[in-house]
């Protein structure tokens, strides 16, 4: 990433600076990349500086898997590195010239680390350190491709801002948006995008991600009955198997039926967990929803229900192209 003559250009402290910034990006990289190339580039590295137990770790990272946790270990101790480089490029151009080309990598590998899955130590120290270096680079680095700019896009219209989101919701957020973009959900409006997503606990433990309906599975769905027929079929629900009711999907029970729909065919979906919310997706004045009487077909107005989610569901957009109606369930 940097040339023998550019590091032996700068002073040992900054060169040390460097070299630490430089092998905790091999060691992110070396988690994701398919080859050994980056673990065997840092246990030479750190050969090189006398330092063999990192040469150990890194080289059992050519193993699959084995050494990855043992690696992101590293972060709360290059946490420190990290804040002294930044520091230092702030005040020396040519040091700064040299550092962020090395933290856009750094940066773009901390995006794919689920951070979900680690201790509150080395979490926390990541999302800091991808803090400080998103404050750093030039436009907070992030203007790479076009995926990234409608995440941080949807990221301001849910959050009010791209800062301090925490690496786990935007990793949520980036996982919709691309699914979004690909099946063109709403026409690729991102406004609806972020009103779609604030039905998401994107801080759930588990991550949202995409995953498939299988041919002639049974998925339910809580259909607003007030609908004409054709129009009842949404594109959020709920596989048959389990006990999840409205309440557990963000939605008000009333006005709402349970129906059950046979997949025709394999399709993509997006699973999530249901965020804690009000029924926002029944038309009505806040606190209520609009609702027929049974006795004269007159329209009354019921009190919603406060509901705390929390549960699975799918997104599955043109889900009345793949969905049949199951009488009798």
Do not use: C
């Amino acid at each position: 990433m940097i040339s023998l003559q550019d590091l032996r250009s700068l002073p040992p402290e900054q060169q040390e600076l460097l070299l630490d910034v430089a092998q905790f990006t091999l060691d992110v990289i070396g988690i994701f990349e398919p080859t050994p190339f980056a673990d065997l580039t840092n246990a030479a590295v750190s050969l090189i500086r006398g330092d063999l137990g990192g040469a150990v770790l890194s080289g059992l990272g050519v193993i699959p898997y084995l050494g990855d946790l043992a690696k992101l270990g590293k972060a709360p101790k290059y946490l420190r590195s990290i804040e002294r480089a930044i520091a230092a490029a702030r005040n020396d151009v040519r040091f700064a010239r040299l550092l962020t080309p090395i933290l856009e990598k750094l940066q773009a590998g901390l995006r794919m680390i689920p951070v979900h899955r680690l201790p509150q130590a080395i979490r926390d120290a990541i999302e800091r350190m991808y803090r400080m270096i998103t404050e750093f680079l030039p436009g907070g680095g992030r203007a790479a491709n076009r995926l990234d700019q409608l995440t941080d896009d949807v990221l301001r219209r849910v959050f009010g801002s791209t800062q301090n989101v925490g690496l786990l919701p935007r990793q949520n957020v980036r996982t919709v948006v691309e699914f979004f973009d690909k099946h063109g959900v709403d026409g690729g409006d991102v406004g609806k995008w972020a009103e779609l997503i604030r039905g998401i606990d994107l801080h759930a433990v588990n991550p949202v991600r995409v995953t498939s309906f299988r041919a002639n599975e049974f998925v339910a769905m809580y259909v607003e009955v007030s609908r004409p027929v054709e129009r009842q079929i949404g594109q959020w629900m709920t596989r048959v198997r389990g006990a999840v009711g409205p309440g557990n999907l963000g939605l008000s029970a009333a006005g709402r039926e349970r129906r059950v729909y046979r997949v025709t065919r394999e399709v993509e979906v997006l699973e999530s967990t249901a965020a804690g919310a009000a029924d926002v997706w029944t038309a009505g004045r806040a606190g209520s929803v609009n609702v027929p009487r049974p006795v004269n077909g007159t329209r009354v107005m019921v009190p919603s229900e406060q509901v705390a989610g929390g549960g699975d569901q799918f997104f599955l957009p043109r889900a009345w192209q793949f969905l049949e109606p199951v009488a009798g369930r």
